[in-house]
């Protein structure tokens, strides 16, 4: 694997996050969870191999609305 070290502060990540769109934001921070957490990556899979294999309830079978 190829490293590519870029001389960026926290500062500027953090100015640039505040800049993004709600949707953008959202989609940036999911990444950043897959990329730093086998855990979540985990329960991505789960979440999606359930889903395929029809072991999922809808909102209204759980809550009742």
Same mark, same amino acid.
């Given at each position: 694997?190829?490293?590519?070290?870029?001389?960026i +502060? +926290?500062?500027?990540i953090i100015e640039a996050v505040k800049k993004m769109k709600k949707h953008e934001r959202e989609s940036f921070i999911e990444d950043l969870l897959a990329i730093t957490s086998p855990d979540y990556m985990q329960s991505v899979k789960e979440a999606r191999a359930d889903y395929k294999s029809g072991r999922t309830k809808s909102?209204?079978?759980?809550?009742?609305e």
């Amino acid at each position: 694997m190829i490293e590519v070290k870029v001389p960026i +502060s +926290s500062d500027y990540i953090i100015e640039a996050v505040k800049k993004m769109k709600k949707h953008e934001r959202e989609s940036f921070i999911e990444d950043l969870l897959a990329i730093t957490s086998p855990d979540y990556m985990q329960s991505v899979k789960e979440a999606r191999a359930d889903y395929k294999s029809g072991r999922t309830k809808s909102h209204k079978e759980i809550f009742g609305e």
